[in-house]
T-cell receptor, first 113, second 114 residues
Framework: DGGITQSPKYLFRKEGQNVTLSCEQN?????MYWYRQDPGQGLRLIYY???????QKGDIAEGYSVSREKKESFPLTVTSAQKNPTAFYLC????????????FGEGSRLTVL | KNEVEQSPQNLTAQEGEFITINCSYS?????LHWLQQHPGGGIVSLFM???GKKKHGRLIATINIQEKHSSLHITASHPRDSAVYIC????????????????FGKGTKLSVKP
């Protein structure tokens, strides 16, 4: 079935370590997004990509990095520069950036020890 | 003030009740999304609206563009409807560095008791 797969579902990190969250989609969507969710807040956009080899910063890009080498894949790296990385991270995709229904992955919960 | 406001924040209902969740927004939009977040965290898209009304099973979504307001209704609610319901709007204006980015409400947590 078509959809978005995020991994890992749970991740623990020591302070000072970089971690990479995987996001893969087989929906043939051009646009992919990474969101962060914190308790009591709406989802906030970290990065988005409209096409392979191109990506743009969202509202809260500091301390994060992404790549889009393949249409299907949009991994997110949480770097040691991110001061408060403990959160729930959601990957999403849509046919194109400004249109279409959104499809979400199951999310990755990152905890910094 | 948040650009997207949802009410109520929390809602408890008895099985079978008719439920309404409201979403008000303050920006011009091209579309509004209603999303459902399961207890495990995954999110499912329920509706995407730009005008009028849509129905899918026991769920109905309406939007009034002039009043900048949308409602999500659940008829004959069931415990499996328990989830967080999120309203998100696709802004016409530059937001988050790019026109067309989504602005999310904080969600309404629904609990349906048997």
């Amino acid at each position: 079935d078509g959809g978005i797969t995020q991994s890992p579902k749970y991740l623990f990190r020591k302070e000072g370590q970089n971690v990479t969250l995987s996001c893969e989609q087989n929906l043939n969507h051009d646009a992919m997004y990474w969101y962060r969710q914190d308790p009591g807040q709406g989802l906030r956009l970290i990065y988005y990509s409209q096409i392979v080899n191109d990506f743009q910063k969202g509202d809260i890009a500091e301390g994060y990095s992404v790549s889009r080498e393949k249409k299907e894949s949009f991994p997110l790296t949480v770097t040691s520069a991110q001061k408060n990385p403990t959160a729930f991270y959601l990957c999403a995709s849509s046919m194109s950036k400004n249109t279409g229904e959104l499809f979400f992955g199951e999310g990755s919960r990152l905890t910094v020890l | 003030k948040n650009e997207v406001e949802q009410s109520p924040q929390n809602l408890t209902a008895q099985e079978g009740e008719f439920i309404t969740i409201n979403c008000s927004y303050s920006v011009g939009i091209s579309a509004l999304h209603w999303l459902q977040q399961h207890p495990g965290g995954g999110i499912v898209s329920l509706f995407m609206l730009s005008s009028g009304k849509k129905k899918h099973g026991r769920l109905i979504a309406t939007i009034n563009i002039q009043e900048k307001h949308s409602s999500l209704h659940i008829t004959a609610s069931h415990p499996r409807d328990s989830a967080v319901y999120i309203c998100a709007v696709r802004s016409l204006m530059n937001y988050g560095g790019s026109q067309g980015n989504l602005i999310f409400g904080k969600g309404t947590k629904l609990s349906v008791k048997p």
